[in-house]
């Protein structure tokens, strides 16, 4: 297949350029990876409208994690649930929306693939037209079985065969890996495709950047309050001192309020992202399932790290789809610097 310049590239033909590299795969991955890109555009579309629609605003309802679901969270949960359901590869849907997996009578189809999704993730931050995003996680079925049951939906992220996010901001991009690097796409609303912008991602060992809430210091533990504070003030290993400030060597705080967009300025310039436990949440506030693992899987591809802060967030094995993780994630350096600080600690 003669490849097409890369400005022209669509999302479409780079994962059938994917799919070639695999002889013996079925276009089913190929098909599902599709869905998801078109669900994302129908998403995008109404993200970028919400201020001229009444879809803005609350709903009134509360989602399985107790928050107030925003109009706009339930659309994209439906436009997922819609996208993906119809199609025989997906044999179970899970939604950070929805209490309980949606599993897929897929009768005829081959019923692979497990998806994993937060279809609206920092949705409270739509009203102010801040960046929002939708992140997604792809697991093979392990069973033969006929039926399909939770032990293939409680796999590890490292079992992943693919991941990625979409990020609702200046413009619109898809970002996705399926084991062969990392890869951008930028929208071009006058085409209605995703084209390859961002080829073969890579993050800074460390960065300059980290992005916490800082409201929760004082429910941290000690050991995560000094970690933040070397942050800040820069490690000098040498001196053994962390309290001075070392001129430069710290970080710049930057922190949206919103996963996808925080994690992504930190892939692309360098940085941290840490959301650490605190007193009411004793394991932190993200999912293991749809927002920690397939991240995690963006980071590693792109050569960073993802730990909970004291292992790899991909070897974690979920006992429940909603379980929650507390969060290392970005720069390889400056995360296992956090995972050694605080393993030290115990
Ligand atoms: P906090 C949004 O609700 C979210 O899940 C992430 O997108 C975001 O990084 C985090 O929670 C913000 O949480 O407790 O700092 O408001």
Same mark, same amino acid.
């Given at each position: 297949?003669?490849?097409?310049?890369?400005?022209?590239? /669509?999302?479409? $033909?780079?994962?059938?350029?994917?799919?070639?590299?695999?002889?013996?795969?079925?276009?089913?991955?190929?098909?599902?990876? @599709?869905?998801?890109?078109?669900?994302?555009?129908?998403? &995008?579309?109404?993200?970028?409208?919400?201020?001229?629609?009444?879809?803005?605003?609350? $709903?009134?309802?509360?989602?399985?994690?107790?928050?107030?679901?925003?109009?706009?969270?339930?659309?994209?949960?439906?436009?997922?649930?819609?996208?993906?359901?119809?199609?025989?590869?997906?044999?179970?849907? #899970?939604? +950070? *929306?929805?209490?309980?997996?949606?599993?897929?009578? @897929? *009768?005829?189809?081959? #019923?692979?693939?497990?998806?994993?999704?937060?279809?609206? !993730?920092?949705?409270?931050?739509?009203?102010?037209?801040?960046?929002?995003?939708?992140?997604?996680?792809?697991?093979?079925?392990?069973?033969?079985?006929?039926?399909?049951?939770? +032990? !293939?939906?409680?796999?590890?992220?490292?079992?992943?065969?693919?991941?990625?996010?979409?990020?609702?901001?200046?413009?619109?991009?898809?970002?996705? /890996?399926?084991?062969?690097?990392?890869?951008?796409? %930028?929208?071009?609303?006058?085409?209605?495709?995703?084209?390859?912008?961002?080829?073969?991602? $890579?993050?800074?060992?460390?960065?300059?950047?980290?992005?916490?809430?800082?409201?929760?210091?004082?429910?941290?533990?000690? +050991?995560?309050?000094?970690?933040?504070?070397?942050?800040?003030?820069?490690?000098?290993?040498?001196?053994?001192? /962390?309290?001075?400030?070392?001129?430069?060597?710290?970080?710049?705080?930057?922190?949206? #309020?919103?996963?996808?967009?925080?994690?992504?300025?930190?892939?692309?310039?360098?940085?941290?992202?840490?959301?650490?436990? /605190?007193?009411?949440?004793?394991?932190?506030?993200?999912?293991?399932?749809?927002?920690?693992?397939?991240?995690?899987?963006?980071?590693?591809?792109?050569?960073?790290?993802?730990? !909970?802060?004291?292992?790899?967030?991909?070897?974690?094995?979920? %006992? !429940?789809?909603?379980?929650?993780?507390?969060?290392?994630?970005? &720069?390889?350096?400056?995360?296992?610097?956090? +995972?050694?600080?605080?393993?030290?600690? #115990?």
């Amino acid at each position: 297949m003669t490849q097409a310049p890369k400005n022209l590239q /669509t999302i479409e $033909t780079h994962i059938l350029e994917l799919q070639s590299m695999h002889p013996s795969a079925s276009g089913d991955f190929t098909g599902l990876l @599709s869905d998801i890109t078109f669900a994302a555009k129908v998403i &995008s579309r109404e993200v970028n409208k919400a201020g001229l629609v009444d879809i803005i605003g609350a $709903t009134g309802d509360q989602n399985v994690q107790g928050e107030v679901v925003q109009k706009l969270d339930e659309f994209a949960n439906n436009v997922f649930l819609k996208c993906l359901g119809t199609r025989n590869q997906v044999c179970i849907m #899970g939604s +950070e *929306e929805l209490a309980e997996p949606v599993f897929i009578d @897929s *009768e005829g189809g081959s #019923g692979n693939y497990i998806v994993v999704f937060d279809p609206l !993730d920092g949705s409270s931050n739509i009203d102010a037209n801040v960046s929002v995003g939708t992140i997604f996680g792809i697991w093979k079925r392990k069973s033969r079985r006929n039926k399909v049951d939770k +032990e !293939d939906l409680l796999q590890a992220g490292c079992e992943q065969v693919a991941a990625g996010y979409v990020i609702y901001g200046s413009s619109t991009m898809f970002v996705y /890996t399926a084991g062969h690097g990392v890869h951008g796409f %930028t929208l071009d609303p006058s085409l209605g495709e995703f084209l390859l912008s961002h080829e073969h991602i $890579t993050t800074p060992f460390t960065g300059k950047i980290y992005s916490v809430n800082e409201a929760y210091e004082p429910q941290w533990s000690p +050991e995560v309050r000094e970690v933040v504070r070397q942050i800040k003030y820069g490690h000098d290993t040498k001196s053994q001192r /962390t309290d001075a400030p070392t001129s430069g060597a710290g970080k710049s705080t930057r922190y949206i #309020g919103s996963l996808v967009a925080d994690f992504h300025r930190n892939l692309l310039y360098g940085g941290i992202y840490l959301y650490p436990p /605190t007193k009411n949440k004793t394991q932190g506030k993200l999912r293991l399932m749809c927002e920690a693992a397939p991240l995690a899987m963006i980071a590693e591809g792109a050569g960073g790290y993802a730990s !909970d802060g004291k292992q790899n967030i991909m070897d974690i094995v979920p %006992t !429940d789809m909603h379980m929650r993780v507390p969060l290392y994630i970005g &720069s390889r350096g400056d995360v296992m610097w956090i +995972e050694n600080e605080l393993s030290k600690k #115990g």
